[in-house]
């Protein structure tokens, strides 16, 4: 029995439709050349490994401005009386200056401040030498100025600056002074000792101490009681001597300070 075409043609036509099938879901997409038929991930929706960013560093601030050099205090001069350097561990001074009679004694011929040569007693001789030292003065001192016959008197109560106001109001007070009366000299050195701030004693005397305490040894222990501190004491003997030279002596020694003759 042979086999009805139109049987056959359908046979035919089914495996045709089959194959068209099969072959556009195997083959290669249109226009984009062989490949396996998955679809393509754009371009933009990679997932491409990224770096962190990195935050620049923070700029420093601008360095402060460097400060002026100001002057150390250790680098001013130490001041001097008769020529003589006068230490101070704390920059402190007091004067205590003679004014008894005997100070009025004993003329003879001393240089001036403005340079020029004259007359004068004990008196007006420690005064020129008193001035220079006050005036030289460095700003970082502080300093006061002590007179005594029987009595004390003192430029100021407490110890100053040594600007130029101060130290010419303190010249202007030597220069009023005038020889009265006998001599305290423990009780004035004692007065320049409360201060207890005040590390450096300069005394100018002519060494006869006569009243306001027991003979010189009597000045002696109250100088040395009002010394609580440790102030030295540098003593600058006016045409001293003998027994008085000698006391000057001793009161710079007990103090740790020195003994200078002067005219």
């Known amino acids: 029995m042979k086999p009805c075409p139109i049987a056959l043609f359908g046979l035919a036509a089914v495996l045709l439709t089959a194959s068209s099938t ?3 879901s195997t083959g ?5 050349g062989s490949g396996t038929g998955t679809t393509p991930t754009p371009a933009g929706d990679l997932d491409l490994p990224v770096e962190k960013p990195v935050a620049p560093a923070p700029t420093p601030p601008p ?3 460097t400060p002026p050099d100001r002057p150390d205090p250790r680098d001013e001069p130490p001041p001097t009386i008769y020529g003589e350097e006068i230490s101070s561990e704390n920059d402190t001074i007091s004067y205590v200056l003679d004014i008894s009679c005997s100070m009025d004694w004993d003329r003879r011929s001393y240089t001036t401040l403005e340079g020029t040569t004259a007359s004068g007693t004990r008196l007006d001789r420690a005064k020129v030498e008193l001035l ?3 005036m030289g003065l460095s700003r ?28 010419q109001s303190a010249a202007a007070w030597v220069r009023r002074l005038t020889p009265i009366g006998a001599t305290a000299t423990g009780p004035a050195c004692a007065l320049a000792l409360g201060d207890r701030q005040n590390m450096s004693v300069v005394l100018l ?14 000045h002696r222990r109250m100088i040395s009681r009002a010394n609580s501190q440790g102030a030295t004491i540098n003593v600058f003997g006016i045409s001293a001597s003998g027994v ?14 020195s003994y200078f003759d002067v005219p």
């Open 205 to 218: 005397t002519d060494g006869a101490p006569n009243c306001g305490a027991n003979g010189f040894d009597g």
């Open 28 to 32: 290669p997409s249109p226009g984009l």
């Open 132 to 134: 220079r030292s006050i």
């Open 140 to 167: 970082n001192f502080k300093f006061n100025v002590i007179a005594y016959d029987c009595g004390t008197q003192r430029w100021q109560r407490e110890m100053q600056e040594a600007s130029d106001r101060n130290k």
């Open 22 to 24: 099969s072959a556009q």
């Open 244 to 257: 008085f030279r000698q006391f000057c002596q001793n009161v710079a020694a007990d103090a740790g300070g």
């Open 63 to 65: 360095a402060p401005p």
